[in-house]
Structures are given as structure tokens and as C-alpha cells.
């Protein structure tokens, strides 16, 4: 039997043994999938456990996405772009190799009707999934992206790695608490933590006088999964505003993972039903 499972920090709003489960499955695998909750200062402990113990790979959430490069043997291009990773496939040798499926998960929610070739994005969040959603956009074809903040001055490394990393993007570091309006987006991306069950549910990145201020078409895009709809989406949908949640790309990065490991793609729709099970 094969052994995965998720390391981060805190752990108990996961659903990944929920999606994985399925997905394993739906490809008649015989393999588990743990919860590994790992503070940042039990991350080398967990990396060597991992390592010793007869796993076949892990992914990795919150906050460990971009410490773990730190670990891995080889990545791949969305992992080496975006400096964050989550996903882990353990080698035969036991070196380990490092991926970013959040980027497809990111692209695959957003629906093939949409089209941002040329357009322009308000980004909150400085963070792993902020990178992944960078890169998604710019794959997508967004022109302009500006980055919301809570600390312009921590966040100056940050903006500098991306403008050299996307120099066809143009880039602008903004205080989140001064945000003023927001005419000018054609789609809002929170990847930050305020919304998320167990931590922020009650709270919204945005006011709704300010989501206000967005274009009728604009659409509200929130990375965040549990609970379904955060106060944000809830506001949006209110104002009429098209919204996309963080369920999808969860579970579309979770099928990227299974085809990784066993080069097989699983059941989107199976994984998908026991999330919202579980919810």
C-alpha cells in the first residue's frame, strides 16, 4: 500500500484525505492519506521523517509552500517560477521532487467562457497562493496586476521577483487598508487567509462599498474553499458581481497531484462529490 499525506500549519480545516481518498479510488488504488499538522519549527523533524518512512509523496500547504524549495532535488517549471511548491513526489531514491499544481488548479475554476487576455487584476495577498495565481493570470494572458498588501515595505522583494520574473506584466504594490477604488479591475483574486473557516469566516478582505466600485463584469475570484461561499462571494454575488470560489481549484490541483504520482488522471467529479460531502 502506498502512503501520502499533507504537511502545514494549521491543519484542521483540510479536506485533502477527503478529495484524495476519492481520487484513489476512482483509479482502484490501495493507498493511504495523512494529515500531518507541522509547525514551521518542526518542518527539517517532518522532512527527514518523510524521507526515512515509506511514502511515495506529500503535498504541502500553509505555511510551508515556499520553505520547502529548500528541500527538493528538481522542480518543476510552475514550482521554479513561482518559488512555491505543493505537491512532492518521492523518488526510488528517496530525493524528493517539487511541484506546483496550484496553477492549474487556479486556471481550470476559472470557466472557458471567460477571457483575460489584456485585462487587468486586483490581487490581494503576498503569499504561495498569490505566486501560483500570478502566474495563472499571466498564462492566462493578464496585463496588468496590482498587488494588495498589508506591508508595502515587506512585500519589496516580492514585487521585484515578479517584475523579473513577468516582465510582459506590469506591477503595482498597493496598501490593502488604503485600497480607494476599483474601477479599474476586471477581476479581483483573494489568496489571503481573511474569510477562512476557522480562522477569519466572519471577516472579508474587501468591504462591500468598495466591491461597489467594481465594473458590472468584473469577477470576484476567492481561493479560499471552506466554507463555500466566504463573506466576500457572499457580498459579490450580492452585488451581482460573477464569482468563483476555491473549491474547484482544489480539487482540480488534487487531480494534478494523482496524475504526478501515478501518472493516471483521477475522477474530477468523484473527488469533487466528497468535498462537498464533507463541507
Not at 498587488?147 to 510582459?168: G, H, Q
Not at 473557516?197 to 472579508?204: C, I, K, V
Request: net charge neutral; aromatic share 10%.
Amino acid at each position: 500500500m502506498e502512503k501520502f499525506g499533507l504537511i502545514g500549519y494549521p491543519l484542521g480545516h483540510s479536506m485533502s484525505a477527503v478529495i484524495h481518498k476519492a481520487g484513489f479510488e476512482s483509479l482502484g488504488i490501495n493507498a493511504t492519506y495523512e494529515l500531518m499538522e507541522t509547525s514551521p519549527e518542526h518542518l527539517v523533524d517532518r522532512i527527514k521523517y518523510l524521507k526515512r518512512g515509506n511514502y511515495s509523496g506529500f503535498n504541502v500547504t500553509i505555511p510551508h509552500k515556499v520553505p520547502l524549495a529548500l528541500f527538493v532535488d528538481e522542480v518543476d517549471k510552475y514550482a521554479d517560477i513561482t518559488g512555491a511548491i505543493n505537491t512532492i513526489k518521492i523518488n526510488p531514491d528517496r530525493s524528493f521532487t517539487g511541484y506546483n499544481t496550484d496553477v492549474l488548479g487556479f486556471k481550470a475554476a476559472i470557466p472557458d467562457t471567460v477571457s483575460l487576455n489584456g485585462k487587468t487584476a486586483a490581487l490581494l495577498g503576498t503569499g504561495g497562493a498569490s505566486r501560483a495565481a500570478v502566474l495563472g493570470l499571466s498564462d492566462l494572458g493578464v496585463k496588468t496586476v496590482d498587488v494588495y498588501t498589508r506591508n508595502i515595505a515587506n512585500s519589496i522583494d516580492y514585487m521585484a521577483y515578479l517584475r523579473r520574473k513577468f516582465p510582459e506584466i506590469t506591477f503595482t504594490a498597493l496598501q490593502i487598508d488604503r485600497m480607494k477604488d476599483l474601477s479599474k479591475y476586471d477581476i479581483l483574486v483573494n489568496t489571503t487567509p481573511i474569510g477562512m473557516q476557522g480562522r477569519s469566516a466572519d471577516l472579508t478582505p474587501v468591504e462591500e462599498y468598495m466591491l461597489k466600485t467594481l465594473p458590472e463584469h468584473a469577477i470576484v475570484y476567492d481561493v479560499i474553499y471552506n466554507p463555500k461561499k466566504t463573506i466576500l462571494l457572499k457580498l459579490a454575488e450580492k452585488l451581482g458581481y460573477k464569482t468563483i470560489n476555491g473549491i474547484d481549484m482544489l480539487v482540480w490541483q488534487a487531480v494534478a497531484a494523482q496524475r504526478i504520482w501515478f501518472n493516471r488522471t483521477p475522477d474530477f467529479n468523484s473527488m469533487k462529490l466528497a468535498l462537498l460531502e464533507n463541507l
